[in-house]
Structures are given as structure tokens and as C-alpha cells.
């Protein structure tokens, strides 16, 4: 549960740093937000991601397969049984992606509402629009300063909720200035969002990714990666601890992760050593909720 799930006539942001994995996040929300439900479809918009690596990723995602071996075709036999069976599976999907390298809030609008008026024919409808990101989203001119450009795209999302009432999130870019903070917790605030406030004023629902980096600047796994529900005007603001496998692109609950589990005491263990669990372990959701599986019911 996020939010209480992603309601029609709503915009959500999700902003990170660079390669933190918020496309991977962004993919899976419009497919486990329409799970189960043959009659709802999403339009994925990307603006930097081909189709093909957009496959590659949802396959390596919902089948549990490495995704370097998708994209170098070294998959093995019982790889590309997992893969089959995943296909079989998500035939009936109804995800429709748009890769586009120009793209305007007007012409995001045309492409949903051609899709919009097929899906009416069958029975159903389009329930979430995802825009990976905002910030390459052309506004309608150039020579206006680059804070009204992506205020205006920030309101045509607004819009396009409106207008399709459905769902609309929105990828956002973390200003560089949250790795200069000086406090110990490096987490992003919503006043990082990049090149204009309206990203943080205009929306129902802001939620920010963050991950931990070593000494190298490589990505820390031991630690958990956390969602922070920053914003949310109809509902409970708070922490998501999650952990990333890279290897399929995926997060899950952090719980679910082996290095959560390895935190956990041995049921083997000599039962006259009294266990201590490690400091700042992760508390779940909510500071005051008991820990649940982020991705259950988020519809």
C-alpha cells in the first residue's frame, strides 16, 4: 500500500538522482497497478528509454531473470523457460509505450486519447499515464525562462489527469545540490526537486527515491533503499524501506531482501547466546504502521 493506492484525477511525482532506479520503479507500479485487471491499461511515455530495452527490462523484472544476459542473448535453457512463461502471462497486459524522443503535453494528450477510444471499443480503459521524464518534455515555446517551461508542463499533467481521469505520474530529476548536504543523511527533501517549485507545489503526491552509496560512489545493498512518501495532500506522508536487485531491475520489500533476512536470528542458532539485532534497522512503512509489502494492493 502507497498512498492508499493511485487514484484517477491525480498527479504523483517520483523524483531521484540519476541512475537511482526510478524508471525500474516507475515500470513496475504501471504493471502492478493494473495486475489482474484485463479491462486497464497504461501509457508509458519515455522519452530516453528505446522499446526494446523497455521489453528487456520487464521481462528481467517479472521473470527473475539477469537482465545482462537478455540484452547479451546468453540466456540459459531454464532462463528462457522463465521468460516464456512470463510471455504466456502477460499476453493479455494492456501496457501501450510510447518512445518518442520529442514529445509535448499536447501531444501526450492525442496519443491517450487515440488509445483512450480503442480501449472504449473493447471494454476498457486507461487508467494510468506515465511520463519518463518531465524535464524533457518540450513546452509550447522556447523564449520563455526554463521554470515556466516545466511549470507548464507540471500543470499539463494536472491536466491530462483531468482530461483522461486517470492517474498521471510524473519522473522528476533531484537537483545535484542533495549530495552536498551536509547533514549525515544524505535523503533528498522535497525542495531538491529540479528547476521549479511548481513540481513540488502542483501535484497530489510526491514520493522520492533514495540509495545509499559507498566510498567508491557505488550503490551500498547492504542498506535499504527508501521511498519517502514526501507529499501526499489526501493522505499519510512517510518512510518505504525497499531494496534493489540489480540484476532484474526490481525492487522488493526490504523485508523480502537477504540482507534484511540475514539480519534476522538463526532458528539453529545456540539458544544460550541471547540475539541483539544491529542498530537503525528498518521499521517498515510508516513510524507508526507495521511493516507491510510495499507492492500489495497499491491499486
Known amino acids: 500500500e502507497i498512498m492508499g493506492g493511485f487514484f484517477p484525477d491525480e498527479v504523483t511525482i ?21 495486475e489482474g485487471r484485463p479491462n486497464d491499461a497504461v501509457l508509458y511515455v519515455s ?10 527490462r520487464i521481462m528481467a523484472g517479472r521473470a527473475g531473470v539477469n537482465s545482462k544476459r537478455i540484452r547479451r542473448q546468453t540466456c540459459t535453457l ?4 522463465k521468460l516464456e512463461a512470463t510471455a ?4 493479455g497486459t494492456r501496457v501501450y509505450f510510447v ?6 503535453i499536447m501531444s501526450i494528450d492525442t496519443t491517450a486519447k487515440r488509445i483512450g477510444v480503442m480501449l472504449a471499443r473493447e471494454g476498457a480503459r486507461l487508467v494510468m ?7 524533457i518534455v518540450k513546452a509550447s515555446s522556447r523564449n520563455i525562462p526554463r521554470e515556466q517551461q516545466v511549470a507548464e508542463v507540471s500543470r499539463g499533467c494536472k491536466f491530462l489527469a483531468q482530461q483522461h481521469y486517470c492517474h498521471v505520474m510524473g519522473l522528476a530529476q533531484i537537483a545535484r545540490e542533495s549530495e552536498r548536504q551536509t547533514e549525515k543523511d544524505k535523503m533528498p527533501k522535497l525542495h531538491h526537486l529540479r528547476e521549479s517549485g511548481s513540481l513540488e507545489q502542483d501535484p497530489e503526491n510526491v514520493l522520492i527515491l533514495h540509495r ?17 512518501v514526501a507529499k501526499a495532500r489526501n493522505d499519510a506522508t512517510g518512510l518505504v524501506w525497499l531494496a534493489m536487485l540489480p540484476e532484474i531491475g526490481r525492487f522488493i520489500p526490504w523485508e523480502k531482501s537477504e540482507h534484511a533476512k540475514a539480519r534476522a536470528p538463526d532458528p539453529n542458532r545456540n539458544p544460550s547466546r541471547p540475539y541483539v539485532a544491529p542498530p537503525s534497522e528498518p521499521p517498515g512503512r510508516f513510524p507508526d504502521d507495521a511493516p507491510v509489502n510495499a507492492f500489495e494492493d497499491m491499486r
Open 14 to 34: 517520483l523524483a531521484a538522482r540519476t541512475s537511482v532506479g526510478k524508471s525500474a520503479l516507475a515500470t513496475q507500479f504501471s504493471f502492478d497497478s493494473i
Open 47 to 56: 522519452l530516453e528509454m528505446p522499446a526494446r530495452a523497455f521489453t528487456g
Open 78 to 81: 531454464e532462463d528462457l523457460t
Open 88 to 91: 504466456v502471462k502477460m499476453a
Open 99 to 104: 518512445d518518442s524522443q520529442v514529445q509535448t
Open 129 to 135: 499515464i506515465v511520463i519518463d521524464h518531465l524535464g
Open 212 to 228: 545509499e552509496r559507498d566510498q567508491n560512489g557505488r550503490f551500498d545493498a547492504t542498506k535499504p533503499a527508501r521511498l519517502d
